[in-house]
């Protein structure tokens, strides 16, 4: 009744934002994402009948906060009747701070629990199950370059390239290591609500998403480059645009992202992205990941650099 799997965070070119079904944690526009290799997240699920409740740690420490929504994602995939359990839970990245730490964990927590259920199931299924617990976690069931849907009342996600079929370099610029004040769950409804741009963000999502599809299809790196910045900066005017203004970002952000086009200016293949948080994520061909490293490091107040190429989907590691 215990199994552990790992599961790396996936990184959106063509963003999620916002939700169409908030019961059931559908997005409200489709996405395309690659999943990271060398960051991951491990979740160990026990299931024990002499537990009263269930139990979270994270990282050494007891987590009361993530656990609700932890538990919830057990009763999906386990049923409500099961056994409670321990979950344990370690990260090799910073935690709630715009690195996609929520997709890698539920993406993990779900195969561990079948797993440790003894329940077989399809990828399809478990990413149906993580993407109720949260959106972009179905994303790191798939490797590579992979695609969520926005279609039907079930979330639907495919690799449309392998890891190995283009493999690009992802730098990250840690800006701040703590958790962010807001999470992406109440700034996407915030705006939702109240954004003056979010309608017009929801009817432009398809074209973009055509375009990177397309541009990943021919190996195309800078009309991948082009949608990607473009479909970034149009999520966080978003953001800014609702009420009370949503801000990642800090000084560093910016500056990182000056960088990232100084870079490009001078012909290395490179451009940013930023999730709900003030990391960047400085994507590469091969041959320019070293003087991406470079730069960044030497910006003003990058507090860490971590580097990753491109992986696979979630699994199970072990089963006892």
Known sequence: MQATARAQPNIALVKYWGKRDTVRNLPAVGSISITLHDLYTQ???EFDASLDADRLTVNGEQDDG???????????VAGPQRERASVTSTCNFPVAAGLASSASAFAATACAAAAAA???TSTSELANLAGRASG?????????????????????????????????RVVIAITKAGPKAVSSGEAM?????????????VEEQPADLDEARAAIASR??????AIAEHNCLKMHSVMWASRPPIVYWNSATLDCMSAVRELRARGHAVFFTIDAGPQVKAVCLPQAEAAVIEALRGTAGVETIMTSGLGDGAAVVSVT
């Open 43 to 45: 979740m160990q699920v």
């Open 66 to 76: 993530m656990l609700p929504r932890i538990s919830h994602c057990l009763d999906l």
């Open 118 to 120: 003894g329940i077989e």
């Open 136 to 168: 972009s976690a179905a994303r790191s069931l798939y490797g590579g370059f992979a695609e969520l849907k926005n279609a039907g009342d079930a979330v639907e996600v495919e690799t449309i390239e392998d890891p190995a079929a283009w493999p690009l």
């Open 189 to 201: 409804e915030r705006s939702r609500k109240t954004s003056p741009f979010y309608a017009r963000w």
């Open 220 to 225: 195309d790196f800078e009309r991948l480059a």
